[in-house]
């Protein structure tokens, strides 16, 4: 009987797959004669490299293979040497893969690059290419650049506009016009171009949060006030400027801004006492998510004494606490003839800074009851 089988061959000369059929016997008491004998002698083509042969390479699984949607070309014609001349070739695949190879008038390849459309490129193309079929306009020229399309179906050629001039028909032009500057920009920018648009970018980050957060609260900016920034493409320091010209000035890629590690925790302690009472005050900062406060006579004696701290409650904190920081003194003991011990220690950022009085104050000390005052209210009333 006759028995033949589609599958995926990648091929042995240029590594590419494509459908190719393989005839494993033919029924001769079947069928004519000719049509027989043609099926016997059937030859694998490779449509990328055009190698030839009974089996051109081994089989691969169809999951595996991208699929090839289009192969376009793009000669240059005319009076020109062999080496002026050139061919390209867009293989455009499923996954939205493009292969772009060039090769001079000798047939020897002087560029290949792997270039990537994006989802609208391709649904432009797959358009342009359906207003082309209706499009049989012939267009006489004699130097230039011609084209040829052909489009492909599960490896079967179901369409193709011959090699030719496109001059005036206008989807053609579009199609050809978008390769080339997919080549453009590829070479002018170090990401494909489809990824390059703007990017949210929500200021410089906010260094007491962590990553794991909603990018509207990482940062230290409303994502409403997100505007471009003035990005004028890559820097080269060589020349110390940019590559391009500020009214070129197309949105280039942003990856935010980078942010340091964050692994210590911040830590707070505040301890006021007289000879009467005793307050302390503990905060525990992991990050944004875990942040915990202790207002209470003692030290505290387990976590469970903790409450949960909002991240904006902890950073008012810290803001106020900063101001009255700022007009105390690390190196000495603050003494007096007041009836008042207090301690006060914070790590941030691994950074440890501790105060001690002893019977006097400092400059903003009723900011400081004041602070803790409020954090007293607010600690007991979620508690
Ligand atoms: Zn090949």
């Given amino acids: 009987m006759t028995k033949v089988m589609f599958s995926y061959v990648k091929c042995d000369k240029c590594g590419k797959d494509s459908k190719q059929m393989n005839v494993s016997s033919v029924n001769f008491s079947l069928g004519d004669r000719e049509s027989n004998v043609r099926l016997m002698e059937h030859k694998q083509k490779c449509p990328f490299c055009g190698y030839e042969a009974p089996i051109i390479g081994k089989f691969v699984s169809s999951e595996s293979v991208k699929k090839l949607l289009y192969k376009i070309e793009c000669h240059n014609w005319g009076e020109k040497t062999k080496e002026d001349l050139y061919t390209i070739t867009y293989d455009i695949y499923d996954n939205l893969d493009c292969d772009y190879s060039g090769v001079d008038g000798n047939g020897k390849e002087i560029e290949r690059l792997s270039l990537q459309l994006s989802k609208e490129d391709l649904e432009d193309i797959n358009k342009n290419i359906e207003l082309a079929k209706n499009d049989e306009m012939k267009v006489d020229a004699e130097d230039g650049e011609a084209w040829k399309f052909v489009k492909y179906d599960d490896g079967q050629v179901v369409w193709e506009k011959p090699l030719g001039y496109i001059y005036n028909i206008e989807p053609l032009e579009k199609i050809a016009k978008g390769l080339k500057s997919l080549v453009d920009a590829f070479n002018k920018y170090d990401i494909d171009p489809h990824r390059n648009e703007v990017q949210f970018v929500y200021g410089p980050p906010d260094f007491f949060r962590n990553q794991n957060t909603k990018p509207e609260d990482k940062y230290d900016i409303d994502p409403k006030d997100n505007v471009p920034q003035k990005v004028y493409g890559v820097y080269k320091p060589q020349v110390n400027n940019y590559d391009i010209k500020p009214e070129d000035n197309v949105p280039q890629k942003v990856y935010g801004v980078a942010r340091p590690s964050r692994d210590l925790e911040d830590s707070i302690f505040i301890r006021v006492s007289n000879s009467m009472k005793k307050r302390v005050l503990s905060i525990k900062y992991k990050n944004i998510n875990e942040c915990y406060l202790y207002v209470g006579n003692d030290d505290p004696k387990s976590d469970s004494e903790y409450i949960s701290l909002i991240d904006k409650a902890y950073l008012d ?63 007991k009333s979620n508690k």
């Fill in 317 to 379: 904190f810290l803001n106020e606490l900063n101001k009255v920081k700022e007009t105390l003194s690390t190196s000495y003991v603050y003494k007096g003839d007041k009836n008042i011990k207090w301690h006060i220690m914070t790590i941030i950022k691994g950074q440890k800074d501790e105060y001690l009085g002893d019977g006097g104050i400092p400059l903003y000390w009723n900011n400081l009851m004041d602070l803790l005052a409020k954090y007293d209210n607010l600690y």
